[in-house]
């Protein structure tokens, strides 16, 4: 608050902020007052700090109401909002404390859906979209290094053009499967070497990221969901190392645990499974998932 607010003006503005918090007395669910009342507390705040005016109130009601519009089954411009105001890994960080070396988790994104298809261990997820093919490995453990047989495993990614098969109008059903670990945890798929893309930028949110001079561009990464009974479901990605965009993603996903070496393999290298890509480059990369214990 600026010093130019008179001790009068104060007085009438925190005498609301009290009314405001006692309108919710009588909220019978505990967690729910504290959560309404903490939001009133620091909504005032900020409307107070920054002297906010009418204008800027109503244009800030505009764009959460462009937002919803733009909203449907297929694309959740709020998740893209709270991605890039960096809320999304703010609550990741707090749900999801460091337990021994589990896996660190990450952004869930926009673009997940249910209901994808299952493969095979060593099946393909492309369906047919574009890009380098990537051959992905490893192991899912719990966080004492047993294995995790029938692990479930979610995947999904951005073809060679950056789109997910939710943003094409063809109702695709592409570069996304889900397949369950063998018996000793082991897993491996087929999928598409991860490159850069922005994010939906047509919108609200790729608006206000122009005004504040601010990419829309992610970092390369593959979505990894992992699920087994007992231990604690890892939303997560993985990203290519040496890509430029690793310390500018725009919704501040990238931990320096999840950047993996995505090994470059010559036109005519064997497949680890025999695959013949006649004469295509490749790449592969090992990612071994530690899940921690559920309630962690």
């Given at each position: ?47 107070r700090e ?11 009601i ?56 299952e ?6 997820i ?24 029938g ?44 490159t ?5 930028h ?13 990419s ?18 890892l ?38 499974d ?12 090992r990612?071994d ?8």
């Amino acid at each position: 608050m600026t010093d130019t607010v008179s001790v009068e003006q104060q007085a009438r503005e925190s005498d609301l902020v009290d009314r405001v918090l006692r309108s919710f007395d009588d909220c019978t669910d505990p967690r729910l007052k504290q959560v309404m009342q903490a939001l009133v507390r620091h909504l005032h705040a900020f409307v107070r700090e920054v002297r906010l005016t009418e204008e800027e109130w109503a244009k800030g009601i505009e764009f959460l109401t462009a937002t919803g519009h733009i909203t449907d089954a297929r694309r959740q411009e709020f998740i893209l909002l709270s991605d890039v105001l960096g809320a999304s890994m703010q609550t990741i960080a707090i749900n999801n404390e460091a337990y021994g070396d589990a896996t660190e988790a990450t952004v869930f994104g926009p673009f997940f859906i249910e209901n994808s298809p299952e493969i095979e261990i060593g099946g393909d997820i492309a369906f047919g979209a574009s890009g380098e093919p990537c051959w992905v490995e490893g192991t899912v453990t719990d966080s004492r290094g047993n294995p995790l047989p029938g692990a479930r495993i979610e995947v999904w990614e951005a073809d060679d053009d950056g789109r997910y098969d939710v943003q094409y109008d063809d109702d695709r059903t592409a570069a996304r499967a889900h397949l369950f670990t063998d018996a000793q945890g082991r897993y491996s798929f087929w999928g598409i070497t991860p490159t850069p893309y922005p994010i939906p930028h047509d919108g609200p949110v790729g608006r206000m990221l122009a005004a504040v001079g601010r990419s829309p561009m992610r970092a390369a990464h593959l979505h990894f969901m992992v699920s087994a009974p007992d231990q604690r479901t890892l939303v997560t990605h993985i990203f290519v190392r040496g890509d430029d965009l690793l310390d500018k993603d725009t919704v501040f996903g990238v931990k320096d645990s999840l950047v993996k070496e995505f090994q470059r393999q010559p036109a005519g290298t064997p497949t680890p499974d025999g695959r013949d890509l006649a004469d295509r480059e490749w790449s592969r990369v090992r990612f071994d998932i530690v899940l921690a214990p559920a309630g962690a």
